[in-house]
């Protein structure tokens, strides 16, 4: 589809209301771990991009891939079975 670049991507979530100081602790342990040169060589030689963004960050990505997604579903007029 002309103008989309559809990337897939994995990351762990957690519920709403979850503590920030949770959510930092859980953030910079993950960004260590994903630092690792083993780590990042792992991943990459299965094919995946070992990046990692701030929760903010990805709040922001889900809310933008949302909005594209949901206009593709209605321009294609995509129906759930």
Known sequence: ????DIAVWGRPL???GTP???VSRLYHEAARVMGEP?????L???GMDPGGLAPEQLA???KSDLARY???VRAANIKAD
């Open 38 to 42: 083993d780590t990042r060589e792992k």
């Open 44 to 46: 990459k030689s299965i």
């Open 14 to 16: 957690r519920p709403a």
């Open 60 to 62: 922001a990505m889900i």
């Open 70 to 72: 949901a206009a593709i």
């Open 20 to 22: 920030q100081g949770v």
């Open 1 to 4: 589809m002309p103008g989309y």
